[in-house]
Each structure stands twice: as C-alpha cells, then as structure tokens.
C-alpha cells in the first residue's frame, strides 16, 4: 500500500470541494484549482477530509495512488495558503527590476531578459537580487521559478548567477598560477 497514497487529506474550513466523475474542483480564498485524475484512482470526501482510493490493484493503480493525492493536496494546499520560491541573483551588476508585471533581468548579457508571468503568478523583487515567484499552483510557480533560474544558472567558479535560496552551489577551485 502507497504510505502516501493512504493518507487522508485535512481540507481547512473556508475551501469547499466539489467532485465530478474524475474532476476535482477546489475553491478557497486566494482562488479555484481544477484537476482530472487518472481512471485508476478514485476520491470520497468524509467530513473534513478527502481520501484517495485506488480502484484496483494494477501496477498502474499503485504507480498513481501516491501521485494523485499529492497532486489533490497540493490543490487545497494552494487555495488555502498558496506557494511561494525565492531565488537570489548574485554576482557584480546582476540585478532584477519589475516593469509592469514582467521581470527585467541584467545577468551580464548584452541586454536585459524579460520574462512574462503567467495568468495567477505574482512576481516580486527585493533588494534588486531576490526575486520572490507566488502563486496558488505548485507546478507553476515551480516552472516559473526554474527558468528564471536557467537563464544564468550559478557558476562553479565564482558562484555567479540565480539560485534557489538556500541553495548551496559546489565550488571549484580554479587554475594554480604560475610560479
């Protein structure tokens, strides 16, 4: 039995669910979600909780038990609170600036990347090095916030570049000088 797959998902007071067929439909406070599961797994809501139920016992079924609860969880996690990825910009020069609501990157080439968010992704900038991606969808706000890091990710060498905040960058060591 999937550990995560069997575990109960706690759906707080102002979200309300509605389930038809394979859609489930979550709606809370900072917006509505909208997802269609896969044939094999089924969910019932009791009281303040919705469980995720396999249908049969297929090695399709398992395989997508634990990943259709996550996905369902994360729906009601994100009406409810919502996501958020922090990146930090590092390096001399390198600076993020909001127009509009598009992020202006200068990361050391010859013109500034412009990056459009999509419909329900807020995108914020403090100090000019740290960029804050918000959002209700998890998947979105995780993709977002990767290719905003893939446009200069962080170097080996000097450590130049966006990374995750928190995120710790191996450093190399570079040529030995000559003698």
Do not use: C, W
């Amino acid at each position: 039995m999937s550990r995560i797959g069997k575990r109960p998902i706690p759906i707080p007071d102002k979200v309300t669910i509605t389930l038809e067929g394979q859609t489930v439909s979550v709606k809370g406070p900072k917006g509505q979600l909208s997802r269609s599961l896969v044939p094999e797994v089924s969910v019932e809501q009791e009281d303040s909780t919705l469980l995720v139920k396999r249908r049969n016992e297929s090695r399709l079924a398992r395989q997508r038990h634990g990943l259709s609860r996550t996905l369902v969880a994360n729906m009601v996690e994100g009406v409810s609170q919502g996501f958020q990825k922090r990146l930090e910009i590092q390096g001399v020069g390198y600076r993020a600036q909001i127009q509009g609501k598009n992020l202006s990157l200068s990361v050391g080439y010859s013109h500034p990347v412009v990056i459009e968010p999509p419909e329900g992704i807020q995108l914020a900038v403090e100090n000019n090095t740290n960029v804050t991606v918000s959002g209700i969808d998890k998947e979105i706000v995780g993709n977002i916030a990767a290719s905003i890091r893939a446009v200069r990710p962080p170097e080996p060498y000097k450590g130049k570049g966006i990374r995750y905040s928190g995120e710790v960058v191996r450093r190399k060591v570079g040529k030995a000088g000559k003698k």
